[in-house]
């Protein structure tokens, strides 16, 4: 099922259904969920705990820097992930923002060449943690050109699409008003970024947006930048992640099993129904599990039939959450699931 969307309005209105047929993009999205993260990343080479999630064919690796880098020992256990994922699709990073020769510099650095291509990852996408969502006063210029040749070695190395990793999840950044992304000069430099790098990742977790983010306007705010990413024709990528995560007495962040008040699920859910109800869509979907660092937590990732692990969450996903596409004529799309599956119950159970 789809609904069309004109793709010159951030903010459609009406938004009927079309039939599944008259859009044939909606049968070729290939791989638009990502799974990943760095909570219990090292458990992604038992494919046979996901396979369900593996048979959507919707399916691809989120290659986290970090995970990626904790993976290379011990010997093999990258390798194993790869054959786990093997035909699914080229795969997504999460990467910093450094320099430009972090991509070009030959392996013997230990930078990009070693730690991905020598490793035989080869992502096509990729979305950066920028070091700042605005530019300093008299700054804009020299940050964007910085951005601009980080972009273009990404692109020397087959990364087609670079996005900055926005949310105004700091208290003190703008959010009230209309279309404040779209408009407020603090957010330029994150404009250009993503018109630059033809894409946006959104890092906003369920809990937290449903909580209401970090004050008035976030909702707003995040779904009217969703809005603009998509009439802008770029790839909207959004980042879901179970946030917060506990610490004990001691300060040390607890284990999945540990987490007994998650509702990682149940709160995906919800911000799935919100958005769609909203018209504000994302072209993609990354369950990236970044608060839970220990990769050998393998709980927090597998199997996909336990309530709150990310592969749980990547399958209610892959059976339930529209995309947004360009279909004919750059027409808007957004490619809606089965009728009468978004508000399915998921089939897991608690862990």
Known sequence: MTAAIPAAHAAPQGNPAGDAGQYGVCSKLGEYIFVGGTGGFDALRQGDLFEELLKTGHVGLYEHANAISAAENPPGLLTAIERVFRGTGPGEAELGQV???????PPSYGYYQSLYIQNGLSPSEA????????????????DLNKWKAYVDAARSVDIKSVAPVVGPNDPDEPKLGENVFATNPFYELERDEALYGRAIAFDVPPN?????????????????????????GLRTTMLVSPYPWPTNAAGRLETFRQFTDNTFSRDTQDFVNR????????????????????????PA????????????VGLWLA???????????????ICLPPAGSLNAEPLATQP
């Open 99 to 105: 320099g430009w020769n972090y991509f070009t510099l």
């Open 127 to 142: 979305n950066v943690n920028t070091p700042s969502d605005s530019a300093a006063p008299g700054q804009l210029e020299e």
């Open 208 to 232: 937290f947006f449903l909580s209401g983010g970090s004050g008035p306007g976030y909702e707003k705010f995040v779904v009217q930048a969703i809005q603009w990413g998509n009439a802008h």
């Open 275 to 298: 958005l769609r109800a909203e018209h504000a869509v994302p072209s993609e979907w990354a369950v990236d599990n970044y608060e839970d660092t220990y990769p050998h937590d393998a």
């Open 301 to 312: 990732m597998v199997p996909e039939t336990v309530r709150n692990t990310t592969t749980e």
């Open 319 to 333: 059976r339930n959450a529209p995309v947004y596409a360009h279909g004919d004529d750059a027409e808007g799309v």
